[in-house]
């Protein structure tokens, strides 16, 4: 199967800024569009940012001018740069991608992976 690892989360605190990475592996045929997705304790996991393929993104705007989201299509890498960083950051930040796999010899497209999860946290 396709596998999602996230990886640089951490303490940081107001105002500070942490780099969130996230690469696929596995059984992977093409990863089309990419995404981070954040889940504070006791709220819904929210949409962070998205990036397609082709480079186009899009923002929450609760992150928007402060969060860059980039990829790199030969590493199967998404990245969140996070900048000027607030308590209302704070979550388990989740990588999310859709694209296709192969299984049996077969293509399946139109899959969804997801990692299992970094924590941010945003405090003094």
């Known amino acids: 199967q396709v596998q999602l690892v996230e990886s640089g989360g951490g303490l940081v605190q107001p105002g500070g800024s942490l780099r969130l990475s996230c690469e696929a592996s596995?059984?992977?045929?093409?990863?089309?569009?990419m995404g981070w997705y954040r889940q504070a304790p006791r709220k819904q996991r929210e949409l962070v940012a998205v990036i397609t393929r082709g480079a186009r993104t899009n923002y929450a705007d609760s992150v928007k001018g402060r969060f860059t989201i980039s990829r790199d299509n030969v590493k199967n890498t998404v990245y969140l740069q996070m900048n000027d960083l607030i308590p209302e950051d704070t979550g388990e930040y989740y990588c999310?991608?859709?694209?296709?796999?192969?299984?049996?010899?077969?293509?399946?497209?139109?899959?969804?992976?997801w990692g299992r999860g970094t924590l941010v946290t945003v405090s003094s």
């Open positions: 596995g059984s992977i045929d093409q990863i089309n569009d």
């Open positions: 999310n991608a859709e694209g296709s796999y192969a299984q049996d010899g077969m293509i399946l497209f139109g899959m969804e992976f």
